[in-house]
């Protein structure tokens, strides 16, 4: 049975950094939260994390977006324990070190769209036919600022994927919005965290301290999500006042690691 009184959320690649906070702050606003990603013990530790602060029990699922069977078992998995997918985060992401077109590898560019792209597609045509047909239902799209404006420092195919992600939620909305579905492109500018420490050059923690905060976009998140079922809030572009595409605070030595969060 479906229920229009509890409300189910997927976040993918909710083991750390903003998926972890985006799932906190929806368990916060007492929503029932499953999380996936590809390990295990980052996900069940992500999972008592948001358990020992929300008192909400969180389930976990091991995932990778690049599987299409795999996601669409998971769907199925959500929904034979809950009846519903009210709400998906894609959130799953990724950038790699040899991103400029100086050094940029076809594997590479191969992971970034397999992750970024075809992940947040299989996902929505997973949850798709079960909110088609209870005629509600968000989405949520994790991109960039490099997914709204183009920067040298992100490399070409991750600025590609988050561009793709833009239209791909404008697409959505444009043909689901007569079945009562809408979809959010939120696209962060530098955001601090762990995985700033594996850029060619990690940024000092002072200058983390000056990034948004997982939270701040884990707190967007809700924002969103919580919107009243006849609101669509297409696009969301969130950064740090000291934002260092401003700024020009980049250095050479930088390039290719700006937009990764």
């Given at each position: 049975?479906?229920?229009?009184?509890?409300?189910?959320?997927?976040?993918?690649?909710?083991?750390?950094?903003?998926?972890?906070?985006?799932?906190?702050?929806?368990?916060?606003?007492?929503?029932?939260?499953?999380?996936?990603?590809?390990?295990?013990?980052?996900?069940?530790?992500?999972?008592?994390?948001?358990?020992?602060?929300?008192?909400?029990?969180?389930?976990?699922?091991?995932?990778?977006?690049?599987?299409?069977?795999?996601?669409?078992?998971?769907?199925?998995?959500?929904?034979?324990?809950?009846?519903?997918?009210?709400?998906?985060?894609?959130?799953?992401?990724?950038?790699?070190?040899?991103?400029?077109?100086?050094?940029?590898?076809?594997?590479?560019?191969?992971?970034?769209?397999?992750?970024?792209?075809?992940?947040?597609?299989?996902?929505?045509?997973?949850?798709?036919?079960?909110?088609?047909?209870?005629?509600?239902?968000?989405?949520?799209?994790?991109?960039?600022?490099?997914?709204?404006?183009?920067?040298?420092?992100?490399?070409?195919?991750?600025?590609?994927?988050?561009?793709?992600?833009?239209?791909?939620?404008?697409?959505?909305?444009?043909?689901?919005?007569?079945?009562?579905?809408?979809?959010?492109?939120?696209?962060?500018?530098?955001?601090?965290?762990?995985?700033?420490?594996?850029?060619?050059?990690?940024?000092?923690e002072e200058v983390m301290s000056k990034m948004l905060q997982p939270e701040d976009v884990g707190r967007?998140?809700?924002?969103?999500?919580?919107?009243?079922?006849?609101?669509?809030?297409?696009?969301?572009?969130?950064?740090?006042?000291?934002?260092?595409?401003?700024?020009?605070?980049?250095?050479?030595?930088?390039?290719?690691?700006?937009?990764?969060?």
């Amino acid at each position: 049975m479906t229920s229009r009184e509890k409300r189910i959320a997927w976040v993918t690649g909710g083991g750390s950094g903003i998926g972890l906070a985006g799932a906190a702050a929806l368990a916060g606003d007492r929503w029932s939260v499953t999380i996936s990603g590809r390990r295990l013990d980052a996900l069940e530790a992500a999972a008592k994390r948001i358990g020992d602060k929300t008192s909400v029990e969180v389930d976990v699922l091991p995932l990778d977006v690049t599987r299409a069977d795999d996601v669409r078992a998971a769907a199925r998995s959500i929904l034979a324990k809950h009846g519903q997918i009210d709400l998906l985060v894609n959130n799953a992401g990724l950038n790699v070190p040899k991103r400029s077109w100086n050094d940029l590898e076809i594997g590479g560019w191969d992971q970034i769209v397999d992750v970024n792209l075809s992940g947040v597609l299989y996902a929505i045509h997973a949850v798709l036919p079960a909110m088609r047909s209870r005629k509600t239902g968000s989405i949520i799209n994790i991109a960039s600022w490099a997914g709204r404006i183009v920067s040298q420092m992100s490399g070409p195919a991750y600025t590609a994927t988050k561009h793709a992600i833009l239209a791909l939620t404008h697409s959505f909305n444009m043909d689901e919005c007569r079945n009562g579905l809408r979809a959010c492109c939120l696209s962060p500018g530098e955001v601090a965290t762990p995985i700033m420490k594996n850029r060619p050059v990690p940024p000092s923690e002072e200058v983390m301290s000056k990034m948004l905060q997982p939270e701040d976009v884990g707190r967007t998140i809700a924002f969103v999500a919580n919107m009243p079922p006849h609101v669509c809030v297409n696009e969301v572009l969130i950064s740090p006042v000291a934002n260092r595409a401003f700024l020009g605070a980049y250095t050479s030595a930088d390039s290719g690691s700006f937009g990764v969060s």
